[in-house]
């Protein structure tokens, strides 16, 4: 009798654990709806909305790691994503890139801040053998997809999404198939044909770069190979809301009309199912001759895409300024601002490496909370309206003025009475508040503060600083 009792409570406290287990995983997939799907705002196609009227602002750090553990040690250590995404959501960040590695090995590299990386883990494919690949591990099937890898992609986004922030996906990576010492570069690649067992070869002409394995039609096998990978990828997160797509990092412009495909592939694909997300295209970055320019970008069927020269854009596309095109080592707060008031959405490839990259972090938080103030759905970058250069602006109500060095500037305002609000970027403070009546057509101001400045103006009340956001303390 003891015995039954002792059994039948084992059996009902398993069924409480397997119950609250399942619970857990259906709380924390139920939080990314805290976020909706993004689409482009058809009113000011600048910027992606949810469905709300809203303009959706994007910005935030990437790093490499965040996807695959890189490293130079076998097996790299194992990437903090919980701690990553601590870093991201205190900095009011709500948009990364996760990052794809194409390449498992390199030789001579010996920091992770040159050309590559020793040791990459985590592939589509599995690695089942028979036989050994040139990292003397065993040989990818490149027939079958490995579903620990979607696994772990799907909860990567979920994590991303219970805290509020979008990711966009990158399928492929370019850069290393071009960038670095032959003796690694192609050599540590899934299609090179000594390390898979289907026979596939993604460089037919035997130089080492394997950029054909980017290209249509293509070698043989390889694009439908690709093309599986990428419905498994869709069929992985299509339910979820927190999801960008980005074809391949810095691939050249042999590239471009397979990128062109892959994103009428996935938007096809896509139709059939629930949910329809933004796909991009970023800078074609070459080393050996195949550097494109803006226009394959602008001329795309991307929904978003990242220049590495007109930063501005004309309007036809959300472009999202990331300086992992521009200049990898960007660390300078005021880039920020003059992105955010030229009418684009600014990131930062961070190298996640200390705190000297605290200033940039916080002035994407700064930024994002103003983009979540004004009527951003309605508000353009006007700079003739300021002599400073940078100005968001409805064009007759609300303007968002920064000032990348001390001293008074003029705006061309409309007679009336309008709210201010200086914001000093260089604490992340408000240093005053009130009101200004104009009766000149281009009035001078002076921040009360020396340094850079934001002057936010609106003919009404200003809308109320979110609690909790660097520019409410």
């Known amino acids: 009798m003891h015995s039954r009792k002792s059994g039948s409570k084992i059996a009902w406290l398993l069924i409480v654990i397997i119950v609250g287990a399942l619970g857990c995983t259906l709380l924390n997939e139920s939080n990314v709806q805290r976020v909706r799907t ?15 009227g809203k303009a959706v602002y994007l910005t935030g750090s990437h790093t490499w790691s965040n996807m695959r553990d890189i490293g130079l040690t076998d097996p790299p250590p ?40 020793y040791y990459v883990i985590h592939f589509p494919w599995p690695r089942t053998g028979p036989g050994a690949a040139l990292d003397g591990k065993p040989k990818f099937d490149l027939s079958k997809l490995d579903q620990a890898y979607f696994d772990r992609l799907r909860q990567r986004v979920v994590e991303a999404g219970n805290r ?39 460089d037919p002409n ?10 249509l039609p293509g070698p043989t096998g390889v694009n439908a190979i690709q093309k599986a990978y990428m419905r498994k990828v869709v069929d992985t997160v299509n339910d979820l809301d927190n999801i960008l797509y980005e074809i391949v990092n810095e691939s050249g412009t042999y590239s471009t009309h397979w990128q062109y495909d892959f994103i009428n592939s996935i938007k096809s694909y896509q139709s059939a199912k629930p949910k329809q997300h933004p796909v991009g295209m970023t800078y074609q970055w070459s080393n050996i001759g195949y550097s494109g320019s803006d226009a394959e970008l602008f001329n795309s069927p991307a929904d978003w895409i990242s220049p590495v020269a007109n930063l501005m854009g004309d309007g036809r596309k959300v472009v999202i300024a990331d300086t992992d095109h521009i200049d990898a080592f960007e660390r300078n707060p005021a880039w920020v601002w003059r992105s955010f008031l030229s009418g684009v959405n600014p990131i930062v490839m961070d190298h996640y490496n200390g705190s000297q990259w605290d200033p940039i972090r916080a002035a994407m938080g700064d930024a994002r909370s103003y983009a979540d103030r004004i009527n951003l759905a ?52 408000v240093a005053t508040t009130g009101s200004v009546t104009v009766s000149s057509d281009s009035p001078s101001f002076s921040a009360p503060f020396s340094g850079q400045a934001v002057l936010y103006l609106k003919s009404g009340s200003l809308r109320p600083r979110r609690l909790g956001s660097r520019t409410s303390r």
């Open 78 to 117: 194992i990437f903090d994503f919980n701690g990553y995404l601590d870093l991201l959501q205190s900095n009011r960040h709500n948009f990364i890139r996760l990052w794809a590695w194409d390449l498992f090995k390199t030789n001579s590299i010996t920091s992770i801040h040159d050309e590559g990386f």
């Open 206 to 215: 035997n130089d080492g770069y394997g950029i054909e394995s980017q290209t």
């Open 164 to 202: 509020g922030i979008y990711v966009s996906i990158m399928l492929f990576e370019g850069w290393g198939l071009q960038a670095s010492d032959p003796a690694w570069r192609w050599n540590g690649h899934p299609m090179h044909f000594e390390n898979n067992i289907n026979g596939i070869n993604g």
């Open 378 to 429: 309605l508000m353009t970058p006007q700079n003739c309206q300021s002599s400073t250069g940078y100005c968001l602006s409805t064009g007759d109500s609300e303007y968002l003025i920064y000032q990348p060095n001390h001293g008074s500037f003029n705006v061309n305002l409309k007679n009336g009475t309008y709210n201010f609000e200086w914001f000093n970027p260089g604490t992340g403070t």
């Open 38 to 52: 993004l689409r482009v705002l058809p009113s000011n196609p600048r910027y992606f909305t949810d469905g709300s």
